[in-house]
């Protein structure tokens, strides 16, 4: 008998962390394939270095080639670690592919991180997969409470947690200096001075505690792509620091759970590294030197007692988080996966299961359905769009016409505020 199989549909380092960690907790004796969608974001060797888990197979392929996939069709379980417009898009095609099959993988999907924002929006197009994970008994709650009001399956809701919480619980250590991680993010804060103001605040603390080491962990190099677009990585602008970085100031890549293993303060804006801190009791703050904000995400942690600016972390801060609210986050549970795998396991013993059925239908909501199809390549019969003759040059036209209107507007600017004074202190000569 051929060993059993989970595949993990990805398209960023991101999504693949998360979906590979999950495959792990529900099917952790399964072979693991990996597929991985060409895109902006398809993770690098370096990147799949510094997850650290390694797919038995491994293949880079578009969505489109994924209908007809064979290998994908004959796999146990398929997690859908993408958009969820993507999920909505591979649920409807597979659903109309698979029609019929004796035999189709038990879907899953959920979320890489914290749902802060658009939680009704990301929870429609996911509806339809046989478990839709979520991290918490807070976010199981909301999303079982949308599902049975537009009736979906409630019980496709599977309480779980972030999978990648783990790891050795806190010690101090008098073997190493004390250690602030700050935990960085593509896009959060995303204008350039916020991001600036961020460093130049990590520099300044480490001048101020010239005893402590401060690591600024990053999670790109630049010019690589993760599931956020970063325009302003902090790799250039240690570069423009109004002062020169201090020697105990220190910018590391690498696995984030290896960086928790040696740090005794962890600080970020909002990034889901927080849990994994939290998880492992290390000290955690999450700063509000930009507002408490929901366009940051910080929101999320009102109720968690770990608010905490840079002020306070430079008068000796070491936030811990409020037990009852770590509880309903998913924090601190020794085997949160134990439901999603009774779900499975009664899934297959009532195999043949039932077709696919998103939420979504052409006759429900034909437009917004067809939109997002469109957007991810596909019509309505779930099959491939026609390539155009060109092989797309409308979208790299589009492209060239982004770039030079940034260029446009950045020479405006230049003129605006540097020549134009410049000229007219000439003419008052």
Sequence with gaps: MPPRRVAVIADSDTRWKWGASVARQIAPEHALDAYFLRGRSTPTERQLA?????????????????????????????????????????????????????????????????????MVDGLMTRAGTDLVLANSDHDTRRFRSVFASVGVDPESVVECALPFLGGAPYRPSSDRPFTVTFAAQPSVPKDRASRLRLLERAAAHARLQPDRLVLVKLRSRPGEQTTHEERDPYQKLVETLA?????????????????????????????????????????????????????HGNHY?????????????????LPQPDP?????????????????????????????????RPYYTPQNAGVYLDGILRNNGFDEQGRPLPVPLGGGRGRVKKAVRVVAGRGAKKLYRVGRQRLAPALRRWGSV
């Design 50 to 118: 510094e997850v650290g888990i390694e797919p038995d197979t491994r293949r880079e392929l578009s969505a489109a080639e994924l209908v007809d996939d064979e290998e994908l069709a004959n796999a146990d379980i398929v997690v859908l670690a993408v958009l969820g417009g993507t999920v909505l898009t591979l649920v409807h095609s597979l659903g109309i592919a698979w029609a019929g099959r004796l035999h189709r993988p038990v879907t899953v999907s959920g979320y890489v991180g914290v749902v802060y924002e658009k």
């Design 243 to 295: 002062e020169p970085a201090p020697a105990n100031l220190q910018l590391v890549y690498g696995n984030m759970a290896e960086v928790l293993d040696r740090t005794d303060l962890l600080v970020t804006v909002s990034s889901t590294a927080a849990l994994e801190s939290m998880h492992r009791r290390i000290p955690t703050a999450i700063l509000t030197d930009f507002g408490v904000r929901e366009a």
């Design 301 to 317: 942690f009102v109720h968690s007692g770990c608010l905490a600016s840079w002020d306070d972390i430079d008068a000796g801060a």
């Design 324 to 356: 009852e609210w770590a509880a309903a986050h998913g924090i601190g549970r020794s085997d949160p996966y134990t439901a999603a795998r009774a779900r499975i396991a009664a899934l297959r013993a009532t195999d043949p299961l039932p077709p696919l």
